[in-house]
């Protein structure tokens, strides 16, 4: 199945797709398939600049809620921290 060219603004908080979504180079992949997007996904793609996203699938019917305060709710940087 080809992959398509999908709008950052699509990604937004709760968000999910039948099928893994790539950067832009069709090999890296930004999320994984039927796994809802979270806040720190947003992030990334304001902060990084990504222009666009690529998948084979679509846009799930159904967006799984978040909450606030949630382990998975934090600063992006923070995943990034180069602690030995």
């Known amino acids: 199945m080809p992959l398509t060219r999908l709008n950052c603004e699509e990604i ?3 968000v999910s797709f039948s ?3 790539f950067f ?3 090999v890296n992949m930004f999320l994984a398939a039927n796994h809802p997007a979270k806040r720190y996904h947003v992030v990334a793609i ?3 600049k990504i ?3 690529m998948t084979a699938g679509h846009k799930n ?3 799984i809620a978040t909450s ?3 382990s998975d709710d934090f600063d992006i940087d923070d ?3 180069e602690e030995a």
């Open 12 to 14: 937004k908080e709760g």
């Open 19 to 21: 099928a893994p979504v």
């Open 51 to 53: 222009p666009f996203l």
């Open 24 to 26: 832009e180079d069709s």
């Open 46 to 48: 304001e902060r990084w």
């Open 79 to 81: 995943s990034f921290s």
């Open 61 to 63: 019917s159904c967006v």
């Open 68 to 70: 606030s305060g949630t």
